[in-house]
């Protein structure tokens, strides 16, 4: 394995991404080291599925724009009635007043985020905080439309009346069946306990570049051979022979933070020194360096793309534009500005 060759490569199996990391760091990286950051967060796996293979498909949508239902069941009393039964969509107000109460607890780790398996009992028991007007002989729940997030940064809203065929590279998010078995991988790397749990959510991937979400799935049994929706559960494992892999572009990105950690330990610059030094410093490395061909200009960032990196993290208009040329090696210049 060479760092040139790797530059061809779309992405690397952990083996070789240990090797390219051994070399770019110039430290021993193990295929367990690249498990136990996954598991950190602090690096990316993904699976590069050769073979098609059934999942529902859906778009995370932020928690604030999630659809929430409201469940009243009231009447449960000793009269021998059947309880009423009454679902409406939570909104305005009152929905304001859950979600702020439950990031609020979210916060102060009041209780345990839930997991995307769709079990919303702590949520259900917030709804108490959120509520300000009970109502007499009654309970109320809600259930958001898709799986909470742990981070409770977003709401995976699946379509389940339809069943997709998937391929290619998707990415691991830990937030499914899939973290519990990049565990166990780990642990049987390293000699260590066995696991026995799962989650009922199942397997979820999520697409490289797009906010396309997947949850695989398989059938009940190999009598039922329709594809439909009500023939399949969640899957809880990884597909079999489908191989583990780290695209390119994280593997440059995480030995970037890596040098980024580096330069942050250094002693502090002169207290005259302009503080968009630092923010130059920071859009070259994550544009240019290591990550261009001087001879295949089709690699090249974008000065617009630079400009507006510039832009979105506090530079004004003028000076994003005149610092994305600065930063623009000499060759590349000389080449024309794409």
């Known amino acids: 394995m060479s760092l040139k060759l790797s530059r061809l490569k779309q992405w690397l199996t952990l083996e070789d991404s240990a090797k390219y990391l051994s070399l770019a760091i110039d430290e021993d990286v193990a295929a367990a080291d690249l498990l136990q950051l996954a598991l950190q967060g602090d690096l990316t796996l993904s699976i590069n599925l050769v073979n098609s293979h059934y999942a529902r498909t859906g778009l995370k949508v932020p928690i604030r724009e999630a659809q929430i239902s409201k469940t009243s069941i009231e009447g449960q009393t000793a009269t021998g009635k059947p309880p009423a039964i009454h679902v409406e969509e939570l909104q305005g107000e009152e929905k304001d007043a859950f979600l702020d109460a439950l990031i609020e607890t979210k ?134 022979r489908e191989p583990l892999i ?64 510039l832009i979105e993290r506090g530079m004004s208009d003028r000076l994003a534009g005149a610092g994305a040329t600065m930063i623009t090696p000499d060759w590349a210049r000389k080449g024309g500005r794409r």
């Open 107 to 240: 916060a102060k780790s009041h209780f345990k985020a839930p997991d995307a398996s769709g079990e919303h009992g702590e949520i259900r028991e917030q709804m108490a905080l959120a509520t300000t007007t009970p109502l007499p002989q009654s309970h109320s729940f809600v259930d958001f439309k898709g799986d909470l997030l742990p981070d409770y940064s977003g709401v995976l809203e699946f379509d389940r009346d339809s069943v997709q065929q998937i391929t290619g590279v998707w990415d691991l998010p830990m937030v499914g069946s899939e973290s519990l078995e990049i565990k166990g991988a780990f642990y049987d790397d390293i000699e260590g306990p066995d696991l026995d749990w799962v989650k009922l959510c199942g397997v979820i991937l999520k697409h490289p570049t797009a906010n396309r979400w997947a949850n695989l799935i398989e059938r009940f049994d190999d009598t039922r051979k329709e594809v439909e929706p009500k023939n399949f559960h969640p899957s809880g494992s990884l597909p079999e």
């Open 246 to 309: 780290i695209r390119r572009d994280e593997l440059q990105r995480f030995v970037a933070s890596l040098e980024d950690s580096s330069d942050n330990a250094a002693p502090a610059s002169p207290d005259d020194m302009p503080e968009d030094v630092d923010l130059l410093m920071a859009a070259w490395k994550a544009h240019w360096k290591g990550r261009v061909s001087e001879r295949d200009r089709t690699t090249w960032p974008l000065h617009s793309n630079v400009k507006q990196w």
